[in-house]
């Protein structure tokens, strides 16, 4: 693992644009997608309801070297602790319910705003949906997984804010490097971050959960 590498991921903070996601192009890999428990059959998945309900089953799919990289995390992680995994491939119809879900949700809370502005904070928290090849979601590539650690009964581990639960208050605790963290809840994130970023991850830095390889998101962000 490179170490400058690592610094660079846990001192970055700036999320880049939509628009300078659309500039780099996406060649399909053709890889396909795996059920995640084919690689790692004691994982735990631990779905929100919203996206369990969607996929009828709590099954989660990710690209064959994603997959691949998931295991040499899991090797990289303490024997205390076990890896918990929120998403990773997603449909693009569930991705376009979740953004839309969201974009509600803050146009509620800033009347006032026009949809613009609107659609770049939901944009920070949930990928608009596009049909487009070129321009698809990050999760819809099958590139992208949610994980988290929990300790060897399952419980999570305390990373200073809740998976998926967007609110003014959350919001602030959501990026990886948030200044709103106590001393536990930053080594938990380290912990983390080490390991997936060892596997050949990098992380979003609007999310502390989110990793991604071979995405726009990853080549942007690398």
Known sequence: MSIDRLHRILQQTAILDEDVLNQIPIIECNEPLIDIRTYMPNVIIRMSKARRDYA??????ARKTICEMMV???RGISFNYQLIMFDAYRPLEY????????????????????DEYIRRLAFEVVFPPNEDPQQSP??????????????????????????GIY?????KRHPTNSTLMNAQQRNNRNILIKAMVNAGFCNYPGEWWHFMYGDREYAAYE
């Open 72 to 74: 040499e995390a899991i």
């Open 167 to 171: 609110n003014k208050d959350e919001n």
């Open 95 to 114: 991705q376009r319910l979740r953004f839309e879900q969201v974009f509600k949700s803050f146009k509620e809370k800033n009347p006032s705003q026009n």
């Open 56 to 61: 009828e089953s709590d099954v989660l799919y």
């Open 138 to 163: 990050p999760h819809a590539t099958g590139g992208a997984v949610d994980v988290a650690l929990g300790t060897l009964d399952g419980e999570l581990l305390d990373f200073g804010s809740t998976y």
